[in-house]
């Protein structure tokens, strides 16, 4: 039995005080609200391989990590190496974005950025620090893969998650 329903609908996936997952057409969705856990970030993989199988073309990964979350200890961080792992050849466009300001919030984006350094994903990754910027950049590594999934439905589909 699929782990997702067929169609390009909205699909909540999971959600736990930690985290919530969702999809909609080609992309995964996540929100980081507390820990970042070994188990989620498997099963994000699992979502990851299901969603491949659907769209050939590839897929899109937006994660937000919410303030005031802890950085992934180190089975997060192999629980992330998986993910990116799978996600070769699958995932084409991927981001991390943390809203936070200041020096703290500085810091988990560039934590964020170091763990997609150090594993050296085959796919476009940033992180961004302003939503609208990574709206931008998926709408355009949408359009680069073929889809017409833009701005407006990516921003639908995170604020239907953030509302979950």
Known sequence: MPLLP????????ERDRNHRKAVAF??????????????????AATL?????????????VMQVVDV??????????AGIAE?????????????????????GAAAVRAVMASI???HRPKFAHSTFG???EALAFH???QVEIGRRDGADAIRRAYEQLRSA
């Open 68 to 77: 005031g979350s802890k950085p992934p200890d180190a089975g997060a961080r």
């Open 116 to 118: 997609h350094m150090l």
């Open 48 to 60: 990851v391989t299901e969603l491949g199988a659907r769209y050939p073309e590839g897929i899109g």
């Open 83 to 103: 993910f990116l792992k799978t996600g070769a050849g699958i995932v084409k466009h991927s981001s991390v974005i943390h809203e936070g300001q200041g020096f």
């Open 139 to 141: 709408t355009k590594h």
């Open 130 to 132: 302003v939503l609208s």
């Open 6 to 13: 067929t169609g390009p609908a909205f699909h909540l996936v």
């Open 26 to 43: 080609n992309m995964l969705f996540m929100i980081w609200q507390q820990e970042t856990t070994y188990d989620a970030m498997k099963h």
